[in-house]
């Protein structure tokens, strides 16, 4: 097939007709990257020099090219030029209208000679051929983090730099992955793509579906390396984790509170700003916390979810359950420090040290 272009520029031209021939005169004297222009290969020697002259206006983002200045700066714009001419499908790089064109014709020319993956851009097969030779040329040069492709490497670094470029143009929600965006906007639009085929939840993004799911199964396949416990997310374990090291990095601006989550945190500080975001939709009840407001929620249902394994006893809240089974165990964990009496609960404790006190019970 022969296409009809024509330029102002002989010199235009000769880089043109390379796209025909394969030809890539301009070499890079570091790795093997090989190009058709010389601006390409000083592009990508920046790569190896770190160097990034181009920034954008509207975010602290920095490039080695211009061209992925103007890629980038059509995540603020919203702007996506490349359209699919069989669907609705737009996009922000050509390399993505590629490679999204392939969804309807199957078309995967791509393919690993060590096993059956095929895949639709070249790249991609790069990258994939590393998981058989356990390459990993890309490295951080904060920390000894390594990986295989420079995406990674990318996404990556932003835990150094706090860089959060994807930003909401709803609300001021911004996040260091594309994905993670797209995951937040659904929490605007409603949608819940992912199902559970066990159950009747629906959730927003596949990872937490994947977790999901472990509530059937019983898996809990992060494990701690201190202690016996397991967990489903990886997140609870890097938590728990803090409870051998003593680690607190989440501290109150108002008091001396620290603590191990960010979402303790921000439960704290309600005790400072006295908000309840969470209302009860039956009655005028609300609280600052949603586990305090699912509780809530069974007086009006009648619910109660937690059973004795011994007995018939049900009840609305975990605690009391706990409380209950020590009938059944005989376990008093409080203890006076002033006589040997042992009880079951604690507010028979309070009673008991009245008496030591000289009041009534």
């Known amino acids: 097939t022969h296409v009809h272009y024509r330029c102002t520029q002989l010199s235009t031209l000769k880089t043109h007709k390379r796209t025909h021939t394969g030809e890539k005169p301009f070499s890079c004297d570091t790795c093997d990257y090989r190009c058709t222009q010389l601006s390409g290969l000083k592009s990508h020697k920046r790569t190896h020099t770190g160097e990034k002259p181009y920034k954008c206006?509207?975010?602290?983002?920095?490039?080695?090219?211009?061209?992925?200045?103007?890629?980038?700066?059509?995540?603020?714009?919203?702007k996506k030029p490349y359209a699919c001419d069989t669907c609705d499908y737009r996009c922000r790089h050509l390399s993505s209208l590629k490679a999204h064109k392939s969804s309807h014709t199957g078309e995967k020319p791509f393919a690993c000679d060590?096993?059956?993956?095929?895949?639709?851009?070249?790249?991609?097969?790069?990258?994939h051929k590393r998981?058989?030779?356990?390459?990993?040329?890309?490295?951080?040069?904060?920390?000894?983090?390594r990986c295989f492709q420079v995406a990674k490497l990318k996404r990556h670094k932003r835990i150094h730099t706090g860089e959060k470029p994807y930003v909401c143009d709803i609300c001021s929600c911004s996040y260091t992955e594309l994905r993670g965006l797209k995951v937040h906007f659904r929490t605007h639009s409603g949608e819940k793509p992912y199902a559970c085929d066990k159950c009747e939840y629906k959730c927003t993004s596949?990872?937490?579906?994947?977790?999901?799911?472990?509530?059937?199964?019983?898996?809990?396949?992060?494990?701690?390396?201190?202690?016996d416990y397991r967990c489903t997310k990886q997140v609870n374990l890097k938590t728990h984790k803090r409870t051998h090291t003593g680690e607190k990095p989440y501290k109150c601006d108002t008091c001396d509170y620290r603590c191990t989550q960010l979402s303790n945190l921000t439960k704290h500080k309600r005790t400072h700003t006295g908000e309840k975001p969470y209302a009860c939709d039956t009655c005028d009840y609300s609280c600052s916390q949603m586990a305090c407001l699912k509780r809530h929620k069974r007086i009006h249902t009648g619910e109660k979810p937690y059973a004795c394994d011994t007995c018939d006893y049900r009840c609305s809240e975990v605690a009391k359950l706990k409380r209950h089974k020590r009938i059944h165990t005989g376990e008093k964990p409080y203890a006076c420090d002033m006589c040997d009496y042992r009880c079951s609960q604690p507010a028979n404790l309070k009673t008991h040290k009245q008496t030591h006190m000289g009041g009534k019970p």
Request: glycine fraction near 4%; include cysteine.
């Open 114 to 127: 060590a096993c059956d993956y095929r895949c639709t851009q070249l790249s991609s097969l790069k990258s």
């Open 57 to 78: 206006d509207m975010c602290d983002y920095r490039f080695s090219s211009m061209t992925r200045l103007k890629e980038h700066k059509r995540i603020h714009t919203g």
């Open 131 to 145: 998981t058989h030779t356990g390459e990993k040329p890309y490295a951080c040069d904060t920390c000894d983090y």
């Open 206 to 227: 596949y990872n937490t579906l994947k977790t999901h799911k472990r509530s059937h199964t019983g898996e809990k396949p992060y494990k701690c390396d201190k202690c």
